[in-house]
Structure formats: structure tokens, C-alpha cells
């Protein structure tokens, strides 16, 4: 299975055109400013740190939860 991957970030305008197109799709929004941070020190394209899996899977989880994917608790 492929580990996850960076494939946006951005701050200022190219955050909020980020969100934006996310919201156009109705791609759900999760708010972690800590991991927000985190991510932003890990190349665009490179694989996400082990250490953030941990967070990661609870923001995915939170996705499939949101679009009904799975069932919430």
C-alpha cells in the first residue's frame, strides 16, 4: 500500500485557493493548525513522515466519515 504523499500547501493566497477549490468540489475540511505545521516542512511530492502518520489517519478517517464512506461511531 502507498504511504501518503504531499500533493498541495500553500499559505496566504495560494492557501486560500487551495481551500477554495476544495470547497468548489465539496472536498471536506478538517482545521489542524499543529499538523497543518508540520506538513508544511515535507516537500511537495515527498511522502509524509512516519512520525505523522498517526495524525494523518485521523484527518482521513474524518474524510471518509464526512463523505459517508464509512459509518461514524
Given at each position: ?13 495560494s ?59
Amino acid at each position: 500500500m502507498p504511504v501518503p504523499r504531499v500533493v498541495a500547501k500553500g499559505r496566504g493566497d495560494s492557501g486560500a485557493a487551495i481551500l477554495a477549490l476544495a470547497r468548489e468540489h465539496g472536498v471536506p475540511i478538517e482545521q489542524n493548525a499543529a499538523l497543518a505545521e508540520a506538513l508544511a516542512q515535507v516537500e511537495l511530492g515527498d511522502d509524509i513522515p512516519e512520525a505523522l502518520y498517526r495524525a494523518v489517519a485521523e484527518v482521513l478517517v474524518f474524510i471518509l466519515r464526512a463523505t459517508g464512506k464509512i459509518n461514524s461511531p
